[in-house]
C-alpha cells in the first residue's frame, strides 16, 4: 500500500497537495499521513507569553489538521493518519519520514507567489539526496478538475 506524506498549513498550495494526493491515495488503494509543522516562536522576553504563543500556534496546527482529515474521511471513507509537531520544518519533515519507513511519497504544494516555498525549495533542490522516497511538487496554476486528472 502506498502512503503519500502531506505537509499542512493554512495556504492553498497545502490544500492542492492534499487533493492530489488525497485522490492518489484513493485510486491506488494508498493511505495518507498529514503532518503540520508548527515553528518554534522567537524569543519572548517573558516565558509565559512565548508558551502562551506556542501554544496557540499548536492548536490552530492542530484544529486545521484535524479538520482536513475529517474532510478526507467524509470523501473517501479512510482516516489519514494526523500528526502536529513543533520545530524547523525541515528537519521536522525528515525526521517523520525517517520514523515512518511506510510513507512512499512526500507531496508539497508549490507556492504561488514569487518562490516555491521553503519545503520545496530544500527538498527540490540540496535536500533531494537527502530523501527516503519520491517528491511530488504540485504547481499553483493546476485547478481542481486538472489536479482530479493528474492523480
Not at 489519514?80 to 509537531?85: G, K, S
Not at 535536500?127 to 481542481?144: A, K, Q, R, W
Request: glycine letters at 10%; charged letters at 20%; one cysteine or more.
Amino acid at each position: 500500500m502506498r502512503t503519500y506524506l502531506v505537509i499542512l498549513d493554512e495556504t492553498e498550495e497545502a490544500r492542492a497537495a492534499l487533493r492530489f494526493a488525497s485522490r492518489r491515495a484513493a485510486k491506488t488503494g494508498g493511505a495518507l499521513h498529514l503532518l503540520a509543522v508548527v515553528p518554534r516562536q522567537e524569543f519572548v522576553a517573558f516565558g509565559g507569553v512565548q508558551a502562551t504563543i506556542e501554544e496557540e500556534a499548536y492548536a490552530r496546527a492542530e484544529t486545521l489538521v484535524t479538520s482536513l482529515a475529517g474532510n478526507v474521511f467524509s470523501e473517501s471513507g479512510k482516516m489519514p493518519v494526523i500528526a502536529v509537531r513543533q520545530g524547523e520544518a525541515i528537519r521536522v519533515v525528515t525526521d517523520y519520514l525517517s520514523d515512518h519507513p511506510e510513507v512512499a511519497a512526500l507531496v508539497l504544494g508549490a507556492g504561488a507567489d514569487g518562490t516555491p516555498g521553503p519545503l520545496v525549495t530544500w527538498f527540490a533542490g540540496s535536500g533531494m539526496g537527502t530523501l527516503p522516497c519520491p517528491l511530488y511538487i504540485i504547481p499553483p496554476t493546476l485547478d481542481e478538475a486538472r489536479l482530479d486528472t493528474l492523480s
